[in-house]
């Protein structure tokens, strides 16, 4: 028998999980996948950790469609765990990913009906994430109370920062009330430093821009391990435009729109879903789309991106005194070699230059040998660092007996 720990990110329509199974010593990823479709058309997809696929298949059983949540879905999970590993593999916790830690939770944290209640007190600062990850700790409670829990904070590895790199130029009651750039992405963050300190140790500690160019895209400055400033900051709109949302936009115009008679609900429609790399092209979301359109929209979308992201790089070398290596990671950063071309082809005057073949490849260092600062692809592994973080606070606590060694973003660093 195998104790597994199961881990969730869930959002409004889809329930992403990783299975691992924890041995004394280490975690080995066994499947990963998603139910999507939630509340309309539910369908429940699994691979295993050569990609291989175990499932692919619609989902609605017993409940209507529009019944099944996030607790049908991690009911349906666990029911296929057990039959496709014939009751091998036990689930022994369960590790989510929860976007807002606040100022109070950093580690990795074990959760009960306190915690969950202060972790509701979040959900204002970020609207479209908490709830759904609330949502995923309650089907787990209702299903399985004697499952322990554990909440990893996409906020966590950016506290810590120099408190000017956190304000907003607003009144300083307002910073204290929570008004200020916390900063995401951070369990992407700390899968890439994780990865670095295995793989290039001297790199790890070294001055890093680590671009997370995903359909959510932010960009990190990095030193020593930790974070010195990013480009997401209140919400999960500022910084790099996106496939949907706007990324910096002066809040005048917000005002404007306000003026105009529009609705918070259409500009939080706008902001979030109808902006970035949609709104400016019309054409879609998706980087390979545009750059297959001809359509000179998509076109100016994917020139903006590319801009935007160059200053970024720029700004946040400024912020680092100096830049080491620039690290490309997510859906984006990790495959398009286009994209990564045209970042840093004008960035020579910050001594990056690529590797015209290695980045065709796409992995590992792109730029010339001795090159500084270097260019790296790392794909970052969030569900792994979470999968850590929930061992080790388990273990810790003397919940799970013997487990894996925490990871840096276990410990918030
Ligand atoms: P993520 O949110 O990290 O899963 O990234 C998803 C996004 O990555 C998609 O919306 C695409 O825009 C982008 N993407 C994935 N594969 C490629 C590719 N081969 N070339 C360009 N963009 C890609």
Partial sequence: MNNAVIVLNAGSSSLKFSIYQVDAEELSLVARGQ?????????????????????????????????????????????????????????????????????????????????????????????????????????????????????????????????????????????????????????????????LKRTAPGLAMARLIVAHLGSGASMCAIRGGRSVDTTMSFSALDGLPMGTRCGSLDAGVVLFLLQLGRTREEIETLLYKKSGLLGISGVSNDVRALLASRDPLAAAAIDFFVYRAKREIASLTAALGGLDALIFTAGVGENSAVIRSRICKDLAWLGIVLDPAANERGHGCISHAGQTPS???????????????????????????????????????
């Fill in 35 to 195: 139910v999507e479709g939630l509340g309309t058309s539910p369908r429940f997809k699994a691979k295993d950790r050569s990609g291989t696929t175990l499932a692919d298949a619609d989902v609605t059983g017993t409940s209507p469609p529009q019944r099944f949540g996030h607790q049908e879905a991690f009911a349906h999970l666990v029911t296929w765990t057990r039959d496709q590993y014939k009751g091998t593999m036990t689930p022994a916790a369960v590790g989510h990913r929860v976007a807002h830690g606040g100022l109070d939770f950093i580690e990795p944290t074990i959760i009960d009906g306190a915690v969950v209640e202060r972790l509701e007190k979040l959900i204002a600062l970020v609207p479209l994430h908490q709830p759904h990850n609330l949502a995923a700790v309650k089907a787990v409670t209702c299903l399985r109370a004697d499952l322990p829990q554990v909440a990893c904070f996409d906020t966590a590895f950016h506290r810590g920062r120099a408190q000017v790199t956190e304000r907003f130029g607003l009144p300083d009651d307002m910073f204290q009330r929570g008004l200020r750039r916390w900063g995401f992405h951070g369990l992407s963050y700390a899968s890439i430093v994780d990865e």
């Fill in 375 to 413: 260019v790296w692809v790392v794909p970052s592994d969030e569900e792994r660092v979470i999968a850590c973080g929930t061992v080790s606070a388990l273990r810790a606590a003397g919940k799970l007996p013997g487990c894996a060694e925490a990871a840096t973003g276990a410990s918030g660093a």
